[in-house]
């Protein structure tokens, strides 16, 4: 069965510090992936979305960028923290064109 | 632009009542897809219900249901006999055709009052 591992669970970083937050899936090649943002009251924002190795395209400019140097790894980094990425991440996955997510457990962001 | 909104931010029901959540939609395309997301206290966003726009028929998924409105662009969740397990947020999201991008809506804070 296919599972999405996403981590860490809760991070606190100060400004201007760097950041690396991974998600991987199992069980499945080629998946569709995606990085979405939850902010404290609001919806999910699209940041980024994957189609395979190496290709990223990006939703909303901002201090953050994405990566895949694997088929199953997703990563999301940014070189120096804003107070306003502070947030909710979540990975996701989908095995099919309109079939619908399946997300991680997502990473509690907080930056001071 | 698609644009998914959702009016109402919170919503409280009775354990074994029925709630209905409204949500809807903007969007000029015909091939589309919606979605209902939950998202309980632990954050894990769980799909509840998925409704392809060509299929005249409602979606359902045992005691989750839609009501499909295609021509007024409205997509409602309904959930039966709620539980205290229901109490969550929950997020309607749109799809274009072809192009496995979700837009959310901004989400309803459902409580369940034993």
């Known amino acids: 069965s296919q599972t999405i591992h996403q981590w860490p669970a809760t991070l606190v970083q100060p400004v201007g510090s760097p950041l690396s937050l991974e998600c991987t899936v199992e069980?499945?090649?080629?998946?569709?992936l995606y990085w979405y943002r939850q902010a404290a009251g609001r919806g999910l924002q699209l940041l980024f979305y994957?189609?395979?190795?190496?290709?990223i395209s990006s939703e909303v400019p901002q201090n953050l960028s994405a990566s895949r140097p694997q088929d199953r790894q997703f990563i999301l980094s940014s070189k120096k923290l804003l107070l306003s990425d502070s947030g909710f991440y979540l990975c996701?996955?989908?095995?099919?064109?309109?079939?619908?997510?399946?997300f991680g457990s997502g990473t509690r962001l907080t930056v001071v | 632009a698609q644009t998914v909104t959702q009016s109402q931010p919170e919503m409280s029901v009775q354990e074994a009542e029925t709630v209905t959540l409204s949500c809807t939609y903007d969007?000029?395309?015909?091939?589309?897809?919606l979605f209902w997301y939950k998202q309980p206290p632990s954050r894990q966003m769980i799909l509840v219900i998925r409704?392809?726009?060509?299929?005249?028929q409602n979606a359902t998924e045992n005691r989750f249901s839609v009501n499909f409105q295609k021509a007024a662009k409205s997509f409602s969740l309904k959930i039966s006999d709620s539980q205290l397990g229901d109490t969550a947020m929950y997020f309607c999201?749109?799809?274009?055709?072809?192009?496995?991008?979700?837009?959310f809506g901004t989400g309803t804070r459902l409580q369940v009052f034993p």
């Open positions: 996701a996955w989908s095995p099919q064109v309109n079939y619908g997510y399946t």
């Open positions: 069980g499945t090649s080629n998946p569709n």
């Open positions: 994957s189609v395979g190795i190496g290709q």
């Open positions: 969007t000029s395309e015909n091939n589309y897809y």
């Open positions: 409704q392809e726009a060509y299929k005249q």
């Open positions: 999201a749109f799809m274009m055709g072809n192009t496995d991008k979700l837009i």
